[in-house]
């Protein structure tokens, strides 16, 4: 564990050191980032103008969700996307011969070895939105159940790395460019969702096998609509599914990986 | 340290005729064909020992040194490297190996090889003086010193290939598999990385296996070699003996003083065969034993101006075992 933490900085490391480099890059980001906080943030200020309140929250519980989505789109885009956005080609093209090589887990190099250095403002700024929209909360806010949110945030954002990584491991099978991801991104729209909007099949399946809805919505109700042990536990529960499901699926795909390359 | 055993492994790859049409009837029906890479294929390499694989493009070298790394998962047979089952990739195996692929290579951050080389004392371990103690050595034995501050792509062809047998070496691995390491080099890399791989495997003794298309890599390095021909060992022995057991012998090569008394000149089979007579010239393969009689022979009986005995190339032999012309 000590020794993944470690290289785990060393990745840190060199990601911020080539990131310097392109400095074009690093602006570009920044604005694209902004620009994506902007829309979101504007679309619920719209609807707050023709409603009082959308599943169960107003404008100032809403803006508390809308922050917490961000941290977990802006977590993703530093931590992973560099990442995964490669890992197809690499699967398609055999580049994955010398990361089995290596005494370390695979998919903890894979998904983790570029962390993108000019998110990270990205990263900062979606924090910053996350204080300002608990300092303006309306109501009265407990310090554990704001420790609780921001953690269940990582959680979630962790989540969604795995859900992802369920789109991108049928390339191995597949050998397809990257229909399954583009699938995801479609999908990924529900996390921008307060699940209390949605009924029936739909609220089933984006809070179990597309869990989009237990990213953001469900510590975001944590917080506002106050604690559950229904929510939390279905949170704990398909956190660990997932984990589970991923590592064996990865362990499948590499499988497959090792009995197609030559 | 390697054990193989009645090792097969076949790729299925889908056939598609050329052409649109072609390609639509291939999304509802496809063609499979069987690709055989390995068939039964069986040897043993032991510590401090290395060993040439040599084959045609398509022979299954690369399939081979795949598997014995853990890559590729073999269809049938027994491995053992190093005791060790290679595609169960645990961690104690992976730590003691090592493959370098000339044809491919290592994708690590944009950086100096440097820092490259801090990330694989992380990932393999490697207490902090002994790494700086073997850096400093392989740096200096590859001279390369100067390079490694250097970022990976600014570095030519042959330094980068230096770098990664430096990145691949320096856990110390007990087994190395070296994939056509000087690949597109120029004659003073190759040469440099093949002194290189000669002094390492004398302080080191690693079990080496080592595939290439240069037969001077292997001629200089191995002292045995792995002829493979469709997936299939064709020949497994010392290096010298290769010409014996694949040559029928000697080649004698005659020019006579007077052109035209190659005429009506015949020598006993016991003796050896003419293979070519032009006016002038005269050429006889002798077999090994014969070839102080045949050349005697042929000095009796012909008015020679010039006379040599030649061993068959021995990079001719290998390519022509390789191709199947030898059975």
Known sequence: MIRYIRLYLYFLQFSFSRAMEFRFDFFFR?????????????????????????GGWNQSQMLVFVAGFLVVDAINMTVFANNLWVLPDFINKGELDYYLLRPVSSLFILSLR??????????????????????????????????????????????????????????????????????????????????????????????SVLPFSVMASFPASLLIDGFSWTIFAQFIAVTVGFSLFVAWFWKKGIRAYSSASS | ???????????????????????????????????????????????????????????????????????????????????????????????????????????????????SFLLLREIYGI????????????????????????????????????????????????????????????????????????????????????TSHYMEDIETLCKRIIIIREGKIVYDGPLADVVEKHTPGKIITATLSECSLTEGFSIPSELGTIISTDNCRITVQVPRPKLTSATSYVMEHLSISDLSIEEPDISTIIESIMRGHHE
């Open chain 1, 114 to 207: 570029d962390f993108a250095a000019n998110s990270f403002v990205n990263l900062i700024a979606a924090f910053g939105l996350l204080i300002y929209a608990l300092v303006q909360y309306e109501g009265t806010l407990s310090v554990g159940g704001v420790i609780l949110f921001i953690l269940l945030l990582v959680v979630g954002a962790i989540l969604r790395y795995l859900l992802r990584m369920c789109f991108l491991i049928p390339t191995f099978w597949l050998h397809a460019g990257r229909g399954f991801d583009m699938v995801f991104f479609q999908l990924n729209r529900f996390i921008e969702r307060p699940h209390r909007i949605f009924t029936g099949v739909m609220r089933v399946l984006l809070t």
């Open chain 2, 1 to 115: 340290m390697i054990e193989v055993r009645d090792l097969s492994k076949t790729f299925r790859v889908h056939r598609k005729q050329p052409g649109l049409v072609n390609s639509i009837k291939s999304l509802f029906h496809r063609e499979w064909v069987n690709n055989t890479a390995l068939d039964s294929v069986s040897l043993s390499i032991g510590k401090g020992e290395i060993v040439g694989l040599v084959g045609a493009n398509g022979a299954g070298k690369t399939t081979l040194v795949k598997i014995l790394s853990g890559i590729i998962h073999p269809d049938g047979g027994t491995v053992r490297v190093m005791g060790e089952n290679p595609w169960e990739r645990k961690n104690s195996f992976r730590k003691n190996i090592a493959l370098i692929m000339g044809q491919k290579a290592q994708r690590w951050w944009d950086l100096p090889a440097a820092d």
């Open chain 1, 30 to 54: 920044i604005v694209m980032d902004l620009v994506y906080y902007g829309i979101n943030i504007g679309f619920y200020l719209i609807l707050f103008s023709h409603t009082t309140t959308l």
């Open chain 2, 127 to 210: 207490p902090k003086d002994e790494f700086s103690k073997r850096l400093n050595r392989l740096t200096e034995t590859l001279d390369i010193t100067s390079k490694m501050d250097i970022q990976l792509r600014r570095l030519s062809l042959g330094e980068r290939m230096k770098m990664e047998l430096i990145a691949a070496l320096l856990h110390n691995p007990q087994v190395v598999f070296l994939d056509e390491p000087t690949i597109g080099l120029d004659i003073t890399s190759q040469r440099a990385i093949r002194q290189f791989i000669a002094d390492y495997r004398q302080e080191h003794e690693p079990a080496m296996i080592l």
